[in-house]
């Protein structure tokens, strides 16, 4: 136990100098290096777990800037292009990462230090008799939901994974990769784990910690991929039926800070006191150059010309040689007085297209239809109301991955990830990507944690 607490007040001391004012507004005693003050209180156990929050803004993974997940991802698939000469960006537009590409080592690294984090606390609380028991059951939620989300993204983008679950450096360091199959086993047993011991409600009304309905909206999308349809449509029905907490918004509310439509949000209050701007504005809004990133055009081609995400979403800067399309979701890109967006994980439209696809998939497609339609009309496209024996199963769904491009766009992989989990990524990127390989849709073990790691066997292709 005395290891465990040395490795958690190493961390606390990290988290106190890279996080924001925040997490040191909370009264951390001034003998925190001793070791019993660690887990001692209520206060520091809470400002732990908020160090892990905080931490989510700064990494790579999940910054929402251009080393993170929502940008490599989406140049991996279709719907962003690179604008710059720079390697490792090209490299994932072309599918050809090579396994030096230090944005590939940030994504893998990044993921398994919060995972590393989550284990630190979550040994700090076990059977720790300093905390009250029902916030030690809500920072053991929170723990186990944060290890299941950096989980549910690693094992998307790169198949087989060490699962770690422990701090124990001996152990973790020569770690072989763990099946699919069992990395998800985890990630299901710890967002069931969140499920029951999260509350129905937001900490502060501030959408930036997980509970009860963060859990299930991500236990939702892992059910799609697992294919089971029935528990997807189960979870993503409850947080639909929760009208009083979310509710379908106005393109042009839908990314401020606490929407009604967020389920989970990250304030970029993390990223320290004077910074008020979502790294994702700050990345793609153009407003004078090309930037580093933009829209492809064959996404642009895919939205009815009446399509109110077209207006309210996508924004066109004109130069003399070019003119480039980019995301304007989020409309803030440099710092103001007042925070007045947060970077959107997880939202209610989602959970309507996941049900809408497990819906289809039991063959209920008046009622898939009817899901669509909800985010149809929000976008003044017309009703989908076609008779059940006018649409089958296939074309049903061909509607939801479609519906499902438009709205999520830039916005955490689904993109990249409905292409490869429904098998259709060989088929529409051999066409669009001139070096597209079947192998391509996993990246690569890192070549730094091959090196260290005998164990580690990289994936096929590279």
Known sequence: MMKYIKILIFILICLIHLSCED????????????NESVFSSDKTANSAVKGIYNQLYQANFSSGFYTSIPVL???SADNL???????????????????????????????????????????????????????????????RFIRAFAYYYLVNLYGDVPLVLSTDYQDNVSKSR????????????????????LGNTYENSERLRANRFTAMALLARVYLH?????????????????????????????????????????????????????????LFILLDSPGRVALTEDLIQSFDSNDARLEQWIGLLETENEN??????????????????????????????????????????????????????????????????????????????????????????????????????????????????????FYPIPEDELLKNPNLIQNPGY
Not at 23 to 34: H, N, S, Y
Not at 106 to 118: C, K, L, T
Not at 236 to 248: D, Q, R
């Open 23 to 34: 997490f040191v507004e909370i009264e951390i005693p001034d003998d925190r290096i001793i």
């Open 73 to 75: 991802s989406e140049l």
């Open 81 to 143: 292009k690179s604008t710059v000469t720079t390697e490792n960006l090209l490299e994932f537009e072309a599918n050809e990462i090579f396994i030096s590409n230090s944005y590939n080592l940030g994504i893998w690294s990044s993921a398994y230090n919060i995972i590393y984090m989550s284990n630190a606390v979550l040994e700090g609380l076990e059977g720790n008799g300093n905390i009250t028991t029902e916030l030690k059951e809500k920072l053991i939620g929170e723990a």
């Open 178 to 197: 763990n099946s699919t199959l069992e990395v998800y086993n985890q990630i299901v047993e710890d967002l069931g784990v969140a499920v029951g011991q």
């Open 226 to 282: 697992l294919e089971e349809w029935a528990l997807a449509e189960d979870y993503s029905t409850e947080i639909i039926n929760a009208t009083e907490t979310f509710e379908l918004l106005p393109h042009n509310e839908v990314f401020l800070a606490n929407s009604k439509e967020a389920i989970w949000q990250i304030s970029p209050r993390e990223g320290g006191a004077s910074r008020t701007n979502t790294r994702e504005g700050e």
């Open 324 to 441: 480039y399309f980019f995301p304007y979701k989020y409309k803030v890109k440099n710092s103001t007085d007042d925070i007045l967006e947060y970077s959107m994980v997880m939202r209610l439209a989602e959970q309507y297209l996941i049900r809408a696809e497990a819906r289809a998939e039991q063959d209920k497609l008046i009622a898939s239809i009817e899901d669509v339609n909800k985010i149809r009309k929000r976008s003044n496209l017309s009703a989908l109301n076609i008779p059940d024996s006018d649409l089958d199963q296939d074309e049903v769904i061909t509607i939801i991955l479609k519906e499902r491009r438009k709205e999520l766009f830039t916005e955490w992989g689904h993109r990249w990830f409905d292409l490869k989990r429904r098998r259709k990524a060989d088929l529409i990127l051999s066409s669009k990507k001139v070096l597209w390989e079947e192998t391509d849709v």
